[in-house]
Nanobody, 124 residues
Framework: QVQLVESGGGLVQAGGSLRLSCAAS????????IGWFRQAPGKEREFVAG????????YYADSVKGRFTISRSSAYNTVYLQMNSLKPEDTAVYYC?????????????????WGQGTQVTVSS
């Protein structure tokens, strides 16, 4: 059974940085699509970043391009989201998600597996 566990959230001042981690277990993820999403209070869950476990292209929401970076450590079976130059509007619960087959990285309904989420709060 696939398990995704996020960590690394917290409270940070605007302009600061955080690195989120998503520890994956339960199967070989080789060609799985991995996505980071976020959901702020009263808003819909939105795509943040994505990549294939095995590598290749990376995908970012326009709102985070140039500030966030998605990467992977094969040694630790973990996907990271490095978040720099954080803004108060980045405040949300951040989720890691995975799926074997995907046609639209931005569509949360295409992801089969989800973590429990980690809270990121950016103060102004």
């Amino acid at each position: 059974q696939v398990q995704l566990v996020e960590s690394g959230g917290g409270l940070v001042q605007a302009g600061g940085s955080l690195r989120l981690s998503c520890a994956a277990s339960g199967r070989t993820f080789s060609n799985y699509a991995i996505g980071w999403f976020r959901q702020a209070p009263g808003k819909e869950r939105e795509f943040v970043a994505g990549r294939r476990w095995s590598g290749g292209n990376t995908y970012y929401a326009d709102s985070v391009k140039g500030r966030f970076t998605i990467s992977r450590s094969s040694a630790y079976n973990t996907v990271y989201l490095q978040m720099n130059s954080l803004k108060p509007e980045d405040t949300a619960v951040y989720y890691c998600a995975a799926t074997e087959w995907i046609s639209s990285w931005y569509n949360s309904r295409e992801y089969a597996y989800w973590g429990q989420g980690t809270q990121v709060t950016v103060s102004s």
